[in-house]
């Protein structure tokens, strides 16, 4: 039987495009591990899909997953469907514009073919204590000088 995760996760840039950290939250039977990190030059939306993409990719056999995540952009590809029709297109959108950051797509089609992931959009700044660190967290790191 497949281990049951909860994934929290969360992107910030201190500019856009700018200096971006990501952190991502794995809770499992009372356990909890937190992972982040950063990029020189990045946008919100590249560390939002890298928060995802690292959590993901944290888990050390298939599972069945329910990934947390305030960003539209990235959990409503999943959950109204259009990332598999950009895929099919060629990563084209439906005005026949190139899907931005494909690369980061495509890695986190490959880790979700790992598991058994939902997506649910939280609302951000809200009252959720596990988006909120998150947000925290990754702000921090896109905020710090080093």
């Known amino acids: 039987m497949k281990k049951s995760v909860e994934i929290y996760t969360d992107g910030a840039c201190s500019g856009?495009?700018?200096k971006g950290g990501w952190c991502a939250i794995l809770l499992y039977k009372g356990n909890e591990k937190v992972i982040s990190g950063?990029?020189?030059q990045t946008t919100n939306n590249r560390m939002e899909l890298t928060a995802i993409i690292e959590g993901?990719?944290?888990l050390k056999e298939p599972c069945i997953v329910k990934l947390y995540s305030d960003?539209?952009?990235?959990i409503d590809p999943f959950i109204k469907g259009w990332i598999y029709r950009w895929q099919?297109?060629?990563?084209?959108r439906s005005k026949n514009t190139e899907v931005?950051?494909?690369?980061l797509w495509e890695a986190?089609?490959?880790?979700v073919a790992k598991h058994e992931v939902t997506f649910i959009k939280v609302k951000g700044h809200a009252d959720n204590e596990y988006?909120?660190?998150c947000d925290a967290v990754a702000s921090k790191i896109a905020q710090s000088k080093s």
């Open 88 to 92: 099919f297109k060629g990563w084209q």
């Open 100 to 103: 931005k950051n494909r690369d």
């Open 108 to 111: 986190l089609l490959a880790e």
């Open 38 to 40: 950063s990029a020189a």
């Open 71 to 74: 960003s539209a952009y990235s």
């Open 56 to 58: 993901l990719k944290a």
């Open 16 to 18: 856009n495009p700018g």
């Open 131 to 133: 988006n909120n660190r």
